[in-house]
């Protein structure tokens, strides 16, 4: 079975600083794992995603993620925070199969 | 390419009156899900479709909701009769084939029970 848990249902950063969205994981198996971003009112857009290639993910809008095994994490980082980055973020994991499992989601608010 | 199409976007019923939202895969893509989200919460799959089969329905409350795929392509979500419990948003997903590890989402569905 798989499990992902985020920390920090909100999140708030200035424009321009250090975007860090955590999120750990449980798996009894290799796992693929996913970030997905949600802006109202729409559905999930895929931002990146592990699947057992480099540890370190880049996605689109300049984020990425590292895979760390030791530490079962799969931290969502951005160096430089823009207001279209307010949204919904979250975390999904699949044992290699079509079931994902998703964390109960951060919402991150970008201030001026 | 077209993304996959879900309608209606919002609808709003009283309890105990049915419902029923549909979704248009991805061209092409055999598998498709439909998951609920609450408020709050992430995405939580009710079924999975492989072509017109219905291959994980185990969390699907069957006493009330139910799912076809007929031809395998769109598929018909529905609640009868829906209960308070039920507002949320409904998502529908396709991926290309089993196994393939991405998922595309459509804009979903929000219920308002009343």
């Known amino acids: 079975a798989q499990s992902v848990t985020q920390l920090g249902s909100h999140v708030s950063v200035s424009e321009g600083a250090l975007v860090l969205l955590r999120c750990n994981y449980s798996?009894?198996?290799?796992?693929?794992l996913f970030w997905y971003v949600q802006y109202p009112n729409q559905g999930l857009q895929l931002l990146l995603k592990y699947t057992s290639a480099a540890t370190l993910v880049k996605g689109i809008n300049g984020f990425e993620a590292e895979f760390k095994k030791s530490e079962t994490s799969f931290h969502l980082t951005k160096p430089s925070a823009h207001m279209s980055d307010a949204a919904e973020y979250f975390c999904a994991v699949t044992g290699g199969g079509n079931k994902l499992t998703f964390g109960t989601g951060t919402q991150l608010k970008v201030e001026l | 390419e077209a993304g996959v199409v879900q309608s209606p976007r919002y609808k709003i019923i009283e309890k105990k009156q049915p419902v029923a939202f549909w979704c248009n895969p991805i061209s092409g893509h055999n598998t498709l899900y439909w998951y609920l989200q609450n408020l709050g919460q992430g995405p939580e799959l009710l079924i999975r479709?492989?072509?017109?089969?219905?291959?994980?329905d185990s969390q699907l409350p069957k006493d009330r909701f139910s799912a076809e795929r007929l031809k395998g392509v769109d598929s018909t979500l529905k609640i009868q009769p829906a209960e308070l419990g039920d507002s949320a948003v409904y998502l529908c997903?396709?991926?290309?084939?089993?196994?393939?590890?991405?998922?595309?989402f459509g804009p979903g569905t929000r219920l308002t029970v009343l």
């Open positions: 479709y492989e072509n017109e089969e219905a291959v994980d």
């Open positions: 997903a396709s991926s290309p084939r089993t196994g393939y590890d991405e998922q595309f």
């Open positions: 798996s009894s198996v290799p796992p693929y």
